[in-house]
């Protein structure tokens, strides 16, 4: 079974600029995540979509955040501009189950983005 | 807000020691999850727990879910190279849409 891929795995930019993330979640999962993930910390969920609708989208920084997940398959995450605090590794995960429902989460390689 | 703290932030073991994570919510869980990170990987789920006072074990690792359940625990015996990396809990931000947030998580060292 393949899993969550992810693109690119690595990403440098100025701050100011654009970027944009790709996620490819597991075959028939109904659930894709993304999360931030800072050095030292744990995984910060920044939304949250269940098949192509969001669920949870409250710790998006919406002003600057955009993201969607077109026919309830692919996702794609995008900052514009980007921050220096935007410096992190970008997780996309991706589980079966609806909410409320079992969800053992899947995730990606991750992105890893640097701004400069 | 929800915060899920956890407890120690770093431990460092010689191999063939015992290590216990532990993992405190501020309301109530309804399902707690434990994940494994190793050094440049992503989280890998380990278990979850739904039931008060539920114990389960994989091997040397034992969950526990706190009769209350804010809590949760993990307990490595004898722990091994293999068991580097950070664990992490994670509990649903609310019940009913089960979006998870993760613990601060504890790094493990194992000296051999």
């Known amino acids: 079974e393949a899993g969550v891929a992810q693109s690119p795995r690595y990403k440098i930019i100025e701050k100011r600029q654009s970027v944009a993330f790709w996620c490819n979640p597991i075959?028939?999962?109904?659930?894709l995540y993304w999360y931030q993930q800072i050095l030292g910390q744990g995984p910060k969920l920044l939304i949250q979509?269940?098949?192509?609708?969001?669920?949870?989208d409250s710790q998006l920084p919406k002003d600057r955040f955009s993201a969607e997940r077109l026919k309830g398959v692919d996702s794609t995450l995008k900052i514009q501009p980007a921050k220096l605090e935007d410096s992190a590794v970008y997780l996309c995960?991706?589980?079966?189950?609806?909410?409320?429902?079992?969800?053992?989460?899947?995730f990606g390689p991750g992105t890893r983005l640097t701004v400069l | 807000g929800q915060q899920v703290m956890q407890i120690p932030q770093y431990q460092h073991v010689q191999e063939g020691e015992d290590f216990t994570t532990y993992c405190n919510s501020s309301?109530?869980?309804?399902?707690i999850q434990w994940y494994k990170q190793r050094p440049g990987g992503h989280p890998v789920f380990l278990i979850q727990?739904?039931?008060?006072?539920e114990v389960k074990k994989q091997k040397r690792l034992t969950f526990q879910f706190g009769e209350a359940k804010k809590n949760s625990s993990l307990h490595i015996t004898a722990t091994q190279t293999t068991d580097v990396g950070t664990y992490f809990c994670?509990?649903?931000?609310?019940?009913?849409?089960?979006?998870?947030?993760f613990g601060t998580g504890t790094r493990l060292k194992v000296l051999a």
């Open positions: 727990l739904v039931k008060s006072g």
């Open positions: 995960a991706s589980s079966f189950g609806l909410a409320g429902n079992y969800n053992e989460q899947f």
């Open positions: 994670a509990g649903p931000m609310t019940s009913g849409t089960y979006k998870y947030i």
């Open positions: 979509f269940q098949n192509n609708g969001v669920v949870d």
């Open positions: 309301t109530t869980l309804s399902n």
């Open positions: 075959s028939g999962h109904a659930t």
